[in-house]
């Protein structure tokens, strides 16, 4: 298995622009993590997935902040309007289990994004 | 608030020493703890975990123990290489889903 795939590897846009990272969870896994990691504030968890469905978001900062999930095999993360402070290692991590992190979560090598 | 610590911040030892890192959590009503290991410019890798049921797990020259009543895991890392070095991650999940990260031990083990 090619594990979690996320695309781009690395962004560099400018304020104001729409972002938009790309996650390819591993095939069959049921859960599907976003998380995003400064050196300020570590690790912390923006959204789950479970079965496509979204079970939260609480970790979302702002409305600028939404994530979809349309099938089993594809998730997108997008900041729109994109301001410096967004600058961070975004990562997606996908697991099987019957919901959150109850199982081994694998980590996809993650998207740098720079907001200038 | 639910807390994970970790400590130390920073560790570096030559090679083939025997190696604990520690992290402690300030809610016990887990579900599970998992420790993590993160190349620089790399995604996480899980390395061990284990349920809240449990009191430890091992892998290799890895080994995890786990104390919920006093919030306190430790991950014993035996006979130290350079290939260990590296950021280690503990990570607490609750019924919430929610896992909640330490801010992680940078591990540099030189020749």
């Known amino acids: 298995d090619a594990g979690v795939i996320q695309s781009p590897r690395h962004e560099v846009t400018e304020m104001g622009q729409e972002v938009t990272l790309r996650c390819k969870p591993i095939s069959g896994h049921n859960s599907l993590f976003w998380y995003r990691q400064t050196m300020m504030r570590g690790l912390e968890l923006l959204i789950y997935?479970?079965?496509?469905?979204?079970?939260?978001d609480s970790g979302m900062p702002e409305d600028r902040f939404s994530a979809k999930m349309p099938n089993a095999s594809f998730s997108t993360l997008k900041i729109q309007p994109s301001e410096p402070r967004d600058s961070a290692v975004y990562f997606c991590?996908?697991?099987?289990?019957?919901?959150?992190?109850?199982?081994?979560?694998?980590f996809g090598p993650g998207t740098r994004l720079t907001v200038l | 608030k639910q807390e994970v610590t970790q400590i130390p911040a920073a560790l570096s030892v030559p090679e083939g020493e025997n190696l604990v890192l520690n992290c402690s959590f300030t809610d016990s009503a887990i579900y599970n703890l998992q420790w993590f290991r993160q190349d620089p410019g790399k995604g996480l890798t899980s390395l061990l975990l284990i349920q809240s049921s449990q009191r430890e797990q091992t892998s290799g020259r890895l080994n995890a123990s786990l104390d919920k009543s006093s919030g306190r895991s430790t991950l014993y890392i035996a006979a130290s290489q350079p290939g260990d070095s590296a950021t280690y991650l503990c990570a607490v999940l609750y019924n919430t889903d929610k896992l909640i990260f330490g801010t992680g031990t940078r591990l540099q083990v030189f020749p």
């Open positions: 997935f479970n079965n496509n469905v979204p079970i939260d």
């Open positions: 991590a996908s697991s099987l289990a019957l919901g959150g992190g109850r199982d081994t979560q694998y």
